[in-house]
């Protein structure tokens, strides 16, 4: 499983605040920091490494001239990002967004993995998951990932996905849902 530790809420502040002040050396540890959480998340809806690594670096250019331009975030840095990096995959593809099955494996969480999620999941049969999320829409597979995934709040997937917190609550809801019966019933 890919387990991505995003940084907590006040060093990202902190960065973000020194970022904006143009200090470098925050910006090469943001880039650090969230690189690797925004490349997975490109890479679940890529098939080649190569092109997610391409698009995440896009976003991080973004950010970039953001900083300089003045608009970059003041708060909320992990959802601006994961917003961006949805923008450059819907500038890339349109309105194509499937998660990729090739990578969907490293997705699904490791059998140790404590969450009552996870040991769900873990127990299932791989393929049948793989079926069964390529079943749901675009909003639900997003929704879980972003949640269980890559573990933002509901305010922060509620920010990426420019909904309100009781519409991602009821988006990861009806996903949950509707893959539990597709599961249960496959």
Not at 35 to 43: A, N, S, Y
Not at 51 to 77: K, N, Q, T, W, Y
Request: glycine share 8%.
């Amino acid at each position: 499983m890919i387990l991505l530790v995003l940084p907590d809420i006040p060093t990202e502040d902190r960065l973000l605040a020194l970022a904006r002040r143009g200090d470098q050396r925050a910006v090469m540890e943001i880039y650090d920091g969230y690189f690797e959480p925004i490349f997975q998340f490109l890479r679940l809806r890529v098939d080649e490494p190569a092109l997610a690594e391409d698009l995440a670096g896009e976003v991080f250019v973004r950010f970039i001239a953001a900083l300089r331009g003045g608009r970059a975030p003041h708060h909320s840095l992990r959802g601006w990002l994961f917003r961006v990096a949805r923008n450059v995959l819907h500038d890339f593809y349109g309105q194509r967004r499937r998660l990729s099955e090739s990578v969907l494996d490293e997705w699904l969480p490791a059998p140790d993995h404590e969450a009552p999620e996870a040991r769900l999941l873990a127990a299932l049969d791989a393929e049948g998951v793989r079926r069964a999320l390529g079943q749901l829409s675009d909003e639900q597979q997003e929704v879980l990932i972003l949640r269980f995934g890559q573990q933002l709040s509901l305010q922060e997937t509620a920010d990426v996905m420019g909904k309100g917190v009781g519409a991602i609550k009821s988006l990861q809801f009806r996903a949950t849902e509707r893959l539990r019966g597709l599961l249960e019933a496959g």
